[in-house]
Nanobody, 119 residues
Framework: QVQLVESGGGLVQPGGSLRLSCAAS????????MSWYRQAPGKDRELVAS????????NYADSVKGRFTISRDNAKNTVYLQMNSLKPEDTAVYYC????????????WGQGTQVTVSS
């Protein structure tokens, strides 16, 4: 069955770094745009970053540009989010999403991983 398993979240001080990973299984990873979303308490879920299936074209929310980097390893069926210069406002549950590059309704979500930025 389809699985997206996030890892790498935790507690970090402002200015610190974390690397999130999302391991995928049960579908053809290389045919899916992979994205990271986040949801803070009381707020809507928002797109953080995405990377396309074939060409690896990336897109970032303005709030994370220059600080976060999304990457993927199609051989390992894994997508990463390197987060640097973390701020308290980055605190949220981070979710991995897979969206088929041709079929809009063909998408999957992970269970989420908590990231807390606090001193």
């Amino acid at each position: 069955q389809v699985q997206l398993v996030e890892s790498g979240g935790g507690l970090v001080q402002p200015g610190g770094s974390l690397r999130l990973s999302c391991a995928a299984s049960g579908f053809t990873f290389s045919s899916y745009t992979m994205s990271w979303y986040r949801q803070a308490p009381g707020k809507d879920r928002e797109l953080v970053a995405s990377i396309t299936a074939a060409r690896g074209i990336t897109n970032y929310a303005d709030s994370v540009k220059g600080r976060f980097t999304i990457s993927r390893d199609n051989a390992k069926n894994t997508v990463y989010l390197q987060m640097n210069s973390l701020k308290p406002e980055d605190t949220a549950v981070y979710y991995c999403n897979a969206q088929h590059f041709l079929v809009p309704g063909d998408d999957y979500w992970g269970q989420g991983t908590q990231v807390t930025v606090s001193s």
